[in-house]
């Protein structure tokens, strides 16, 4: 085995792979993970300045190893066969979603010594390292199944929603506009309140005053509670689906001859 198919299969969790895989797949998490809570607890102002070196330290040894690890995935990606041509197949690779978000996750790092202003981009940009983690866990391969299966279906429903909000965010504006002509302003700025109401959420920001508002309101929210019930509806038996189907029953082989062996 070549050095390039063994970093291949090291790095490509789809592969199976011993005990060295499983271990950097281990190892690739836990970074991950680390990262996720330093950019939590470094968001404190005291344990920001008690323990910034340490920060700083972890920060330079995560973009280190993204970076390696990056460059490892263009270099061994060739070994799969869907991109094996050297120069097109490196290239489909890296145009890849998961390959941007493994790129998004180091690559603002160095902008920040050209240009100050990067400095919050890339903050802000280090959220996609917990995308990376989406390339082993099983279960958003199943979410990603869900979603693309049921799509259409998604789809529809979202857009009943946006003409469902749209509607009762005109007949809100016209019951309490002369009323609160500085909250309810406009047929936009109610869809805010519809928005709230659909969702059952309810800021406080914008509440009907009027006898006929509060009606409507009350049924708003209501109807609301089954608007929002069509995509988990439509999700939840995606999945129900996608984890009760039938699987094929293997077959067995001779180890004498080679035939099936049929149970």
Known sequence: MTLRKRLYLTLEPTEKGGIIERIF??????????????????????????????FV?????????FTVEYIARIYSI?????Y??????????MTQPLSIIDLLAFLPFYFVFIDLRFLRIFRLMSLFRLFKIARYLHALKIFKKVLADRKEQLILSFLFI??????????MFYAEHDAQPEKFSSIPATMWWGIATITTVGY???VPVTALGKFLGGLFAIAGVGLLALPA????????????VD??????KCPHCGKDIHE
């Open 25 to 54: 797949e281990f190892f690739l998490v836990s970074i991950i993970i680390l990262n996720i809570l330093a950019i939590m607890v470094d968001s404190v102002e005291d344990i920001r300045q008690k323990y910034d070196t340490v």
């Open 57 to 65: 330290r972890f920060e330079y040894f995560t973009i280190i190893f």
């Open 78 to 82: 060739v070994e799969n066969p869907e």
């Open 84 to 93: 094996s041509d050297p120069v097109r197949g490196r290239i489909r690779f």
């Open 162 to 171: 946006l003409f469902v909000l749209a509607i009762i965010s005109f007949i």
């Open 204 to 206: 406080g920001d914008m």
């Open 233 to 244: 509806g439509i999700l939840s038996s995606g999945f129900f689906e996608m984890l009760h």
């Open 247 to 252: 699987k094929p029953k293997e077959i067995k």
